[in-house]
């Protein structure tokens, strides 16, 4: 997710400033001049690059989409039974890291998604079937059983992840945490996962415990 020293070309530098300008002010009441202004260019560059303020906006939304795309992955049954018996938090460790880097990410995300625009829905279809993917090709193997109604199931889980963003002053208040702090995420994400656990099978479950053999326990700990 973070921009390399490499990658913050002039470029890089726009997209990053209208992310943070969008984050805070929403889209509407960010203008191109302002953006060059802060990103420390010309406006013709902005519009060199991205053709128009809403090009600019669209090349932010792919980035925030391709971002946590890239989190997510394309765990294995090891991965993800460990992270929900708790026993491997790399993932949560990465975002916790990438959300310190980019803390706007997450308020660009709530703006986008209370747009609701074809852009908000896009982004809704895109993880929908994403998580579908996911949790058949589990359900295949054995490892999770997501009821009756996979699609439903899937926009379960997937309502719950962008709830948390949608509602998360009122959690605040509601808490006495920020479920999205470094601190307060751990603490959201491992009653999370303990929720999800419900889901997994025996054999799933099996793939949690200690087989003894150095080589396989090995394996199961390195992606």
Do not use: C
Request: net charge negative.
């Amino acid at each position: 997710m973070r921009s390399t020293e490499s990658d913050l070309t002039a470029k890089a530098q726009i997209r990053d400033t209208a992310l943070r300008l969008f984050a805070h002010d929403g889209f509407d009441a960010v203008s191109v001049r302002r953006i060059a202004t802060e990103a420390g260019v010309s406006p013709g560059l902005v519009l060199h690059h991205f053709g128009s303020k809403a090009g600019l906006r669209q090349a932010v939304d792919e980035y925030v989409i391709a971002s946590f795309d890239d989190l997510v992955g394309e765990p294995t049954e090891e991965e993800v039974v460990a992270a929900l018996e708790g026993t491997d938090t790399r993932g949560l460790d990465l975002f916790i890291e990438q959300m310190s880097f980019e803390p706007h990410v997450l308020d660009y995300l709530r703006r986008m998604l209370l747009t609701d625009d074809d852009a908000a829905r896009r982004l809704v279809r895109h993880w929908h079937e994403m998580s579908v993917r996911m949790l058949g090709q589990w359900a295949e193997r054995g490892v999770l059983d997501p009821g009756p109604d996979l699609p439903v199931r899937a926009a379960l889980l997937l309502s719950a992840d962008l709830g948390v963003i949608l509602l998360r002053g009122a959690l605040t208040d509601v808490l006495g945490f920020d479920p999205l702090a470094p601190d307060g995420v751990r603490r959201w994400a491992a009653d999370s996962y303990a929720l999800t656990s419900l889901m997994l099978t025996e054999e799933g479950a099996a793939l949690a415990e200690p087989t003894n053999d150095p080589e396989t326990d090995t394996r199961k700990g390195t992606r």
